[in-house]
């Protein structure tokens, strides 16, 4: 079996598994060094968010671009080029030697990201349309990109107590590497899927401006207030650009990065919603939990890696049981239920104190949170990318994907800041604890709130059948 492109589905597989498992690391290897990255060069408290920020928004902003330019140059010679340049901001960023510079690395890294995610992601669904190998390959995507993501802040510890911080960037580089090496010799190249006009760079500038100066906005409000003529003067140039961005999509004469009527689409527009939420919550809790272990209970990077490390193992399982209840529940009922148990987790996070315990702070809310997130990965990216034209595969790809990092950013700007104003000038164990406590507190709300939108805005639809389809309307999903 073959996809479109003449790549083989295994190959193709296990090149994809390599490159989420890294692009999902970078973000959590990260969060365990904050602390060092902060006294190493110098970073404000506030300012410090910005190593996440810079990633995230240019990550989320530029996506869409990204995907539109995998469908119209070629998936692969887009992976590879985004290969190539995260590999190399990687390099750099463990070399800064001021706090501009790592920023700069780490938007550089986004731009990166933004062209191999939504090509990797695009790929995988071509090659795997529907059916069991759908449900299988999108586990195995599932549990890398949740192994990633949690095994990162394990890594990231070891790294930063046993070597320096400035390893949470340099593992990047072999990483890249192999994955460059993989998917030029795993996946065959193939025509591009559209031949339209240019690709919007206006609009992808547009959007990815108005979204820095909105978390911009928000970030400041710890020295303006909301009512501030500063931050308001921010807050309506950052929605004037949006304004623009969706203006610009309308009207452009170029290829636009995404045809607005993909949003009547009740599957596209939920799962972003949804993931979008998601994002916001798990961006957050990371945050907050990384700096409680390390600055309120006293611990090490690397013991703190290892206390997430049950967390890793959740998900990967949470990864595994949706595999398997995906026979039985239509992907709709997945996302409610991992969205409440993984609200569930974080509310118990909320309950974090100044003497906490490993097992009732930190094990407990963990497993429960981790199986509940788990959960909700596969059906997510599945949903959003059921019923999409092939053509349009590579949008819908990079849309999601945007949706998870620009609500991860914009989820640390608003409870980031709500945490700071909580904790106050007076940062004691008791105060940080009390800010830490809150933003957990309000990750729990957004996942109950991304609940609601998936079982009011999805569809309900049938399991999908343990039969492979035998033509093109056993793509589409069984509505009711």
């Known amino acids: 079996m073959t996809n479109g492109s003449g790549a083989r589905p295994g190959l193709t597989l296990a090149a994809v598994a390599v490159v989420q498992f890294m692009v999902s690391l970078d973000l959590s290897v990260v969060n365990v060094g904050l602390p060092q990255i902060a006294a190493g060069l110098g970073f404000s408290a506030v300012g410090l968010t910005w190593v996440i920020h810079a990633y995230a928004l240019t990550f989320g902003g530029l996506l869409l671009l990204g995907g539109k330019a995998a469908d119209r140059y070629g998936r692969k010679r887009v992976l590879l080029l985004g290969l190539g340049l995260f590999g190399l901001a990687s390099l750099l960023g463990g070399l800064a030697q001021e706090p501009g510079h790592l920023v700069a690395a780490r938007a550089a890294q986004g731009v990166g990201a933004a062209a191999l995610a939504p090509a990797a992601l695009a790929l995988l669904s071509a090659t795997f349309p529907t059916g069991k190998a759908r449900i299988r390959a999108f586990g195995v995507w599932s549990a890398m990109n949740a192994a990633g993501g949690a095994l990162g802040v394990l890594i990231g510890g070891l790294l930063t107590e046993y070597a320096s911080w400035r390893w949470v960037m340099f593992v990047n580089v072999p990483m890249a590497a192999g994955a460059l090496a993989l998917t030029w010799r795993g996946i065959a190249a193939g025509p591009p899927i559209v031949r339209g006009g240019r690709p919007d760079v206006l609009g992808a500038v547009l959007a990815t401006a108005g979204m820095t100066l909105l978390v911009f906005g928000v970030v400041r409000t710890d020295q303006y207030s909301w009512t501030s003529p500063v931050t308001l003067t921010t807050l309506v140039v950052a929605a004037a650009l949006l304004a623009a961005f969706i203006h610009v999509e309308r009207t452009t004469a170029r290829e636009p990065l995404i045809r607005l009527g993909l949003f009547a689409n009740r599957s596209v527009a939920g799962a972003n919603a949804y993931n979008l939420l998601v994002g916001a919550a798990m961006a957050s809790a990371f945050y907050f939990m990384s700096l409680y272990l390390q600055r309120v209970l006293g611990t090490g990077p690397a013991v703190t890696g290892i206390m997430f490390l049950p967390f ?47 097992i009732t702070d930190v094990l407990g809310p963990s497993i429960v949170a981790s199986v509940g997130f788990g959960l909700c990965l596969g059906p997510v990216v599945s949903t959003a990318t059921a019923g999409v034209a092939p053509h349009e595969t590579g949008t819908a790809s990079g849309l999601l994907n945007s949706s998870r990092q620009i609500g991860a950013s914009l989820g640390l700007a608003a409870l980031g800041t709500a945490a700071h104003h909580r904790t106050g000038q007076a940062a004691t164990s008791e105060t940080l604890n009390d800010g830490y406590a809150l933003g957990l507190t309000l990750s729990a709300a957004l996942l109950v709130a991304a609940a609601l939108i998936a079982l009011t805005v999805l569809r309900r639809t049938s399991p999908p059948s343990r039969t492979e389809p035998t033509d093109d309307r056993d793509l589409l999903p069984v509505q009711d």
Do not use: E, Q
């Open 312 to 358: 890793a193992l959740g998900v990967v399982a949470g990864s595994v049981l949706a595999v398997k209840l995906g026979y039985r529940l239509a992907p709709r009922a997945l996302l409610v239920i991992g969205g409440l148990l993984t609200a569930t987790g974080f509310a118990w996070f909320g309950l974090i104190s100044p003497d906490g315990a490993f």
